[in-house]
């Protein structure tokens, strides 16, 4: 591989400078676009050209991201069958955005989902009833549904994606499923932005230190901590962090 000279070096970090400048600047006038770039500064300045956004929700991170990046392709994956159809809906006019209506696991088959009263706090795992106190709303389940589950490497598959540059999963404590299932394609993924907890929100949940622990032991560094969440009486209870490989 042909390494860039001191001159090529030099000009790459003007132009990394110069677009991060021109970043903050447009942040200044574009509350939308100021907010995605708060919320997703700590991702590594990469070229994003295949993305996976599992939990996709009704599409509030693809929305952020897309203010900020022009992916290739994105695959949003999305549990709740009514939010994947206005997925679909939503981005069907865009070329190269795909929705699975499916939850990530270890598995492919079906499983028994929980749709939670506040629809966000949804998940395969059933939650701890300390939600409720913890953030001051109330976090039981409405109701179960069974759905399609996926595994990373037969989502990538399916979907024709060799590599990922970047994996979001925001999944209620379904985190560890995809990444012990996903393991063998692992080292084909550069970045993951994920959901992570420090008390145990949901039952058989990863803490942070045991993801970051699988992480580090297949290639990932830790680099950055966002949207931090403090529980009603201060305690530190959930983030998003980015794990880059090294």
């Known amino acids: ?4 000279t001191s001159l090529e070096a030099r000009s790459e970090s003007k132009a990394d400078f110069g677009a991060l400048l021109g970043r903050q600047v ?6 939308q676009y100021r907010r995605a770039f708060r919320n997703l500064r700590h991702l590594p300045r990469l070229e994003y050209r295949f993305v996976i956004d599992g939990g996709a929700n009704r599409g509030s991170f693809t929305d952020a991201f897309l203010l ?23 981005y069907a006019s865009m070329p190269g955005i795909s929705v699975v209506s499916a939850a990530l696991s270890d598995k492919n088959g079906e499983a028994q989902f929980e749709i ?13 009833p300390r939600n409720t106190a913890w953030f001051s709303r109330d976090l039981t ?21 060799q590599t990922v540059d970047l994996l979001k999963l925001d999944l209620q404590g379904a985190e560890r499923f995809v990444l012990t299932g996903g393991e063998a394609v692992l080292e084909r993924v550069r970045v993951i932005y994920t959901e992570i907890f420090f008390e145990q929100l949901y039952a058989g949940a ?11 032991g297949r290639g990932f560094k830790h680099c950055g901590l966002s949207n931090i969440v403090h ?12 794990f880059r490989r090294v």
Request: hydrophobic share 45%.
């Open 1 to 4: 591989m042909k390494r860039p």
């Open 26 to 31: 447009r942040s200044l006038f574009d509350k």
């Open 68 to 90: 900020l990046h022009q992916p290739e392709r994105l695959v949003l994956v999305e549990a709740i069958p009514d939010l994947a159809e206005k997925l679909r809906a939503r």
């Open 116 to 128: 939670n009263r506040s629809e966000a706090s949804s998940s395969l795992l059933p939650i701890d």
């Open 141 to 161: 389940v409405a109701r179960r549904v069974q759905v399609p589950t996926r595994t990373l490497p037969a989502l990538m598959e399916e979907q024709g994606l």
């Open 206 to 216: 990863w803490l942070f230190s045991e993801m970051n622990e699988f992480l580090a």
């Open 231 to 242: 529980a009603r009486d201060g305690d530190l209870v959930q983030a998003n962090a980015t």
